[in-house]
């Protein structure tokens, strides 16, 4: 089973950028597909972007295309996402996420980390 921890969560005014990362326990990180979510209370985890085992396929929704990116390193086990232009509106518990195949923004995700608190003042 693959243990994810996430790191790199905090509080940032508009406008601010954070940089997430997200370590595997396990050196068989390299075969999962690697994907982000968030949630926010009362609302359903919400898809932000994804990525495949050697990083040459990336899917974000609308929502964080151009703003977001997702990128990984699989020599140290760990996926990172680059969050630009910060929104009050991107307020959430952000999620790392593992999938056996890619992920999309329809999929359920095989492993998930504890979650980062993201806080994006006004």
């Known amino acids: 089973q693959v243990q994810l921890v996430e790191s790199g969560g905090g509080l940032v005014q508009a406008g601010g950028s954070l940089r997430l990362s997200c370590a595997a326990s396990e050196g068989t990180f390299r075969t999962y597909a690697m994907g982000w979510f968030r949630q926010t209370p009362g609302k359903e985890r919400e898809f932000v972007a994804a990525?495949?085992?050697?990083?040459?396929?990336?899917y974000y929704p609308d929502s964080a295309k151009g703003r977001f990116t997702i990128s990984r390193d699989n020599d140290k086990n760990t996926v990172y996402l680059q969050m630009n232009s910060l929104k009050p509106e991107d307020t959430a518990v952000y999620y790392c996420?593992?999938?056996?195949?890619?992920?999309?923004?329809?999929?359920?995700?095989?492993?998930w980390g504890q979650g980062t608190q993201v806080t994006v003042s006004s």
């Open positions: 996420a593992a999938r056996n195949v890619m992920m999309t923004i329809t999929s359920t995700p095989d492993y």
């Open positions: 990525i495949n085992r050697n990083g040459g396929i990336i």
